[in-house]
T-cell receptor
Framework: QKEVEQDPGPLSVPEGAIVSLNCTYS??????FMWYRQYSRKGPELLMY????GNKEDGRFTAQVDKSSKYISLFIRDSQPSDSATYLC?????????????FGSGTRLQVQP | DAGVIQSPRHEVTEMGQEVTLRCKPISGHNSLFWYRQTMMRGLELLIYFNNNVPIDDSGMPEDRFSAKMPNASFSTLKIQPSEPRDSAVYFCASSSQLREEKLFFGSGTQLSVL
């Protein structure tokens, strides 16, 4: 079993829809949670970063972490065609000395105009 | 800064040949990571360096893979001999000690082994 599980999609939504992307994980040592966005033929880029449980909002994006359920989410409000990309969750247990990020396999999102 | 620079962008080679991928991290970043991305397995960590020293190479598939970081501004990933199952996009990423969660990725090398 992978440490981080993510539905690969693809997920197709109309412009303006609310999008929910999710990851589950098995390693309770993960404390830092990130969402990266990857456009076609590009490297991933950091979108959101949260520490431990709770919510974080940045414009149209909200990241949620529920450590008790080992479940994280990314919500995109008023989705735009420019949001079409692959979204990867990533996690770190750097406080345990394990500094490298572990990534989910990514969810491909398509926002139809 | 130009960001993380990888070369070549594309590499097509025949099975058994040696392949060398190159990476120039962002100046001032002290951590460097090599990842491999495939449809089946997603983004997998191969190896990472901190201050030019390999810290974790447990993701390196086998002895055919080797990585070096001779100085703070250059790293290589070598595959010898290459096999068709090595076909993937190989990414190099760097980060600073102050913001380890923020990896800056290069544009990747698309490797095809025929």
């Amino acid at each position: 079993q992978k440490e981080v599980e993510q539905d690969p999609g693809p997920l197709s939504v109309p412009e303006g829809a609310i999008v929910s992307l999710n990851c589950t994980y098995s390693n309770s040592a993960f404390q830092y949670f990130m969402w990266y966005r990857q456009y076609s033929r590009k490297g991933p880029e950091l979108l959101m970063y949260t520490y431990s449980s709770g919510n974080k909002e940045d414009g149209r994006f909200t990241a949620q972490v529920d450590k008790s359920s080992k479940y994280i989410s990314l919500f995109i409000r008023d989705s735009q065609p420019s949001d079409s990309a692959t979204y990867l969750c990533a996690m770190s247990a750097k406080d345990t000395g394990r500094r490298a990020l572990t990534f989910g396999s990514g969810t491909r999102l398509q926002v139809q105009p | 800064d130009a960001g993380v620079i990888q070369s070549p962008r594309h590499e097509v080679t025949e099975m058994g040949q040696e392949v060398t991928l190159r990476c120039k991290p962002i100046s001032g970043h002290n951590s460097l990571f090599w990842y491999r991305q495939t449809m089946m397995r997603g983004l997998e960590l191969l190896i990472y360096f901190n201050n030019n020293v390999p810290i974790d190479d447990s993701g390196m598939p086998e002895d055919r893979f080797s990585a070096k970081m001779p100085n703070a501004s250059f790293s290589t990933l070598k595959i010898q001999p290459s096999e068709p199952r090595d076909s993937a996009v190989y990414f190099c990423a760097s980060s600073s000690q102050l913001r380890e969660e923020k990896l800056f990725f290069g544009s990747g090398t698309q490797l095809s082994v025929l």
